[in-house]
């Protein structure tokens, strides 16, 4: 298995989502307690989180991409 998986794993394990959101918040990451508590279930299935960590940057992106032409052209 991969080291952060196995760390991501063990995480889940020992602490609640809340105490997850507020490392959360802590580290910055944007993520609301639903958005937070999506990705964890998907974790829990077996989703890669390094994967899901990409998919959200792409998705934030996009985004910001579509919010900035929305001002462009709005």
Do not use: Y
Not at 32 to 41: F, K, N, P, Q, Y
Not at 44 to 62: C, D, H, Y
């Amino acid at each position: 298995m991969h080291e952060a998986f196995n760390v991501w794993a063990w995480c889940l394990h020992f602490f609640p989502v809340a105490v997850l959101f507020e490392i959360s918040r802590i580290l910055n990451t944007g993520l609301d307690m639903e958005t937070l508590s999506i990705c964890v279930r998907l974790c829990e299935q077996g989703i890669n989180p390094e994967a899901l960590s990409s998919v959200i940057k792409e998705l934030r992106k996009a985004t910001e991409a579509l919010k900035a032409a929305e001002n462009i052209t709005g």
